[in-house]
């Protein structure tokens, strides 16, 4: 990619995200109180997180769902190939995680056919490249650019708006919802008193995948834990509102397999949705991030990826700041807690923009500045 396009790419981006933030704010007040019943939820999750982790999977037992601790991606990968057995054809939604854990190209490799189904995602696995904001993946595409990957689908395509490209998308990717056996999400917020996961989206692609294969595996860091369903919701609010897409298109809630209650009020599983329902929560450095007072803040990170638009340096750099998928400030936070990099946070300008528009109230700079210290150690 060249920088001119990158430029030209970020520059609308930013340009078209900024503006509208700033007006949801404005015209939905509540989200301010929501932020900040938000941040306390999360801060008691963090300081308690075994305890919390421990009652999550309780909850999801309940329901009749499978639940698994991985304590890195090497065990998720695992864990999601003995589930996915010998079924051979899966989608996938937009799953920061999953791909953190490399989910995606390991079933690859073992011979499945994986399909992304977000547009984003699907975009950059038509173009074999890694994904440059937390939120939009694609973002450093220009529409022009876009209009030359989807042509890998289909080489006499001549689409060229967003609209043909989505719908173009939209066509390829409908067969693969129906021959799905296996659907993977990831978990925007995970209720502990429920064993509950939220996700959000505007394309839907999310709900069919959630809800079409037989099986839906959810994969999610342990951060995305928080106290109860009540606090699920505010979760999805804040992030979407955060992203500049409030309100979102779709909120789908997951508590187990699909069931019904239908015959004498007896509930009984599976009713239309999948068969089974299996969770993987994922620590990956995150128990360790969780004991240390500066660092923890990192955890508290709900991916509304606003962090990256006020920021000169990832306005210069882009993808090559940070380790994918986390990029930016708060993937510069974030490659270390998971991959132990240091490198991306001796790139910080330290602008403060980050801390300013964080809806967390993440002091990103100190924790930058934490992990600098631990690397010159």
């Known amino acids: 990619m060249s920088e001119s396009i990158w ?26 109180d929501a932020r900040s019943r938000l941040r306390q939820a999360k801060l008691e999750v963090i300081r308690n997180l075994k305890e919390y982790v421990g009652m999550t999977m309780e909850s999801v037992r309940r329901n009749g769902g499978n639940v698994y601790l991985a304590k890195d991606g090497g065990e998720a990968r695992s864990i999601v190939e003995k589930i996915v057995g010998d079924r051979s054809t899966i989608v996938m939604g937009k799953s920061m995680v999953a791909y953190e854990c490399g989910i995606r190209q390991h079933l690859i490799n073992k011979g499945k ?25 694609a973002i450093h595409m220009t529409r022009e650019q876009a209009s030359k990957v989807i042509k890998k689908i289909d080489s006499t395509s ?29 978990a925007n917020a995970i209720s502990a008193d429920t064993g509950s996961i939220l996700l959000i989206e505007n394309e839907g692609n999310i709900r069919m995948t959630s809800i079409m294969p037989e099986v839906h595996i959810a994969i999610a860091g342990v951060e995305k834990i928080v106290p109860t369903l009540e606090h699920a919701f505010l979760e999805v609010m ?28 007896k509930r009984v599983s599976p009713a239309h949705g ?12 995150r128990f360790k991030t969780a004991d240390d007072p500066i660092l923890s803040e990192a ?13 000169p340096v990832y306005r210069v750099m882009g993808q090559r700041w940070g380790d994918p998928p986390f ?51």
């Open 7 to 32: 430029y030209v790419a970020i520059e609308r981006a930013v340009n078209n995200n900024i503006p509208r933030v700033k007006s949801i704010l404005e015209r939905h007040q509540y989200i301010l």
């Open 113 to 137: 056919e994986v399909w992304e189904t977000d547009l984003g995602e699907f975009l950059i696995q038509l173009s074999n490249e890694p994904p440059s904001h937390i939120i939009a993946p």
């Open 158 to 186: 001549s689409v060229q708006s967003h609209e043909e490209i989505a719908g173009e998308a939209r066509k390829f990717l409908r067969q693969k919802f129906i021959n799905a056996e296996v659907g993977i999400t990831g």
């Open 238 to 265: 804040v992030q979407s509102a955060y992203a500049g897409l409030y309100p979102p298109t779709y909120v789908n809630l997951t508590s187990g397999p699909s069931s019904t209650g239908d015959i004498e009020m």
């Open 274 to 285: 999948p068969k089974e329902f299996h969770l993987i929560l994922l620590d990956n450095g």
């Open 299 to 311: 955890l508290l990170c709900i991916r509304c990826g606003r962090c990256h638009f006020h920021c």
């Open 327 to 377: 990029t930016g400030p708060m993937g510069a936070m974030w490659s270390y807690v998971v991959y132990g990099d240091s490198k991306p946070s001796l790139l910080c300008a330290h602008s403060g923009g980050c801390r300013e528009v964080c809806p967390m109230d993440i002091n990103i700079p100190k924790v930058l500045e934490r992990i600098k210290y631990i690397a010159q150690k």
